[in-house]
């Protein structure tokens, strides 16, 4: 899976315990590092084209239309959005010949389209993948599948109904660092997965979602009305068309919008795939005063029964991304391009330091009787170097997306299918649940 690059800088068990884990956390003491290949990118089997339509062009959906028209083997066909400036946009990422509407319903018309790529603001997921899938298309849809917990539910019966997939856009499960990762844990490498944590800060206008919207929208060249969805109607907003993740009405926050790449990481690292038992969150609104009714600081606790996550979110002040998985024989860290191996031996490796309370002759005694009994055994424990394996990219946007293409072929089971994408989607719900009403979620 990893090819070594240069020579391995060698550092003992001596080393790192004398150390001290808390530097090797912060990076400091990266012993080993070793650069991951390239993912493994899905294909589509040879034959015709796997064709494709996107429904919103947007920030995300102009990301997986540039990425998807380079998966060999696949064909845009057609592109909607409510927004004409976005159908300028998608001929301009996939060539001037794909047909582009406001109404995605034409998409789901075309019995030439097989599959489609779904990146609309999160309250319009559900209606859009359903009516995706009961006409018969595969859908990627963009994280959080849903924008509530019966959304979700409605979701996943509608893929057991019609036989078609989902498979949900947290893209970073595709890349080569989380695969490492999730190799790792499954090899028992940090012994039994007790916790983890789960951390991201940003301190910027656009980290804060305060995007300045298209300088030429206006109702002429925007589809307003339908837009709004079911949502309480107010004149025209370029702010609330850009800036929608700022409301519980239209997005999910930061819970949503971060929590969810994380928590699909965790979950996919870890092997979890259920809801969690327990959500507790606090929150509030603390730097971004600019009428918006999420939180820009919330600390969630997840309580999977076996396995406790705690996740720190802030808009407030730029801090790594980090996904760090603890168990008893050591700490599998994901920060920034790289998966850290940080292993523990869980045993005493001097004697203990409570014998500094004994009298001089009872310490004397402890002393030589507990090297006579473990020095023989630290002696045969192997090394316990750190490893760091640094990742081609942090995203992986393109092979998640070949992933999705080649099962609209292949029919193979996708990782991240619509009960995986469920579980992570409804474990934020419960955390905005909780910020809202101020309560535990879930339990008894
Ligand atoms: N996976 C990731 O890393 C990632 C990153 C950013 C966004 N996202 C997700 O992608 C989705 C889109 O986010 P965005 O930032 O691109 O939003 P955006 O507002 O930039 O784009 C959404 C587009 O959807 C269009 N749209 C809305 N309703 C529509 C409808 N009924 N029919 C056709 N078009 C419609 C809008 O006109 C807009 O152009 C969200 O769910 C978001 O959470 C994922």
Known sequence: MFSVTGAPRPFSRRDFLRAGSGAALGGVLAARTFDLEAEQVATVPAGDAVRFGIIGVGTQG??????????????????????????????????????????????????????????????WHKTVVVDALSAGKDV?????????????????????????????????????????????????????????????GRNT?????????????????????????????????????????????????MAGDLMVHLVSGMQFVTGINQVPDKVFTVGGIERWKDGRNMPDVQNTILDYGKIHVSVRLTLGTETPEVTRVMGSKGVVEISNNSVAFIPQLGINTSPSYYSQSYPAALRKEYLHD??????????????ADVDVYRGPSWDGLRPHLATFFSA??????????????????????MANASYFEGKLIGGK
């Open 62 to 123: 102009s990301a997986l239309l540039t990425n998807a028209v380079t998966v060999s083997g696949v064909q845009c066909v057609a592109a909607s959005d409510l927004y004409d400036g976005r159908h300028t946009l998608a001929r301009e990422i996939a060539g001037p010949d794909i047909k582009t509407t406001r109404r995605y319903q034409e998409l789901l018309d075309d019995k030439s389209i097989e599959c489609l790529i779904v990146a609309v603001p999160d309250f």
């Open 370 to 383: 507990w090297q006579e009994k473990n020095d023989p055994i630290l002696a045969e424990h192997p090394l």
């Open 408 to 429: 609209v072929r292949t029919r193979k089971p996708v990782v991240e299918d619509v009960v995986f994408g469920n579980h992570a989607a409804t474990a934020c719900h």
């Open 205 to 253: 206008p656009d980290g804060a979602w305060e995007y300045p919207p298209p300088p030429d929208l206006s109702p002429e060249n925007l589809d307003w009305e339908t837009w709004q969805k079911d949502v309480p109607k107010k004149p025209f907003d370029p702010l609330t068309f850009a800036r929608w993740r700022c409301w519980h009405q239209y997005g999910t926050g």
């Open 140 to 200: 990627y849809c963009e994280k959080p599948m849903s924008h509530t917990i019966a959304e979700g539910a409605e979701m996943v019966k509608a893929v057991e109904r019609t036989g078609k997939f989902v498979q949900v856009g947290s893209q970073r499960v595709s890349s080569a660092i989380f695969i490492k990762a999730q190799e790792l844990v499954a090899s028992g490498a940090i012994g039994d997965v007790l916790q983890a944590e789960l951390q991201l």
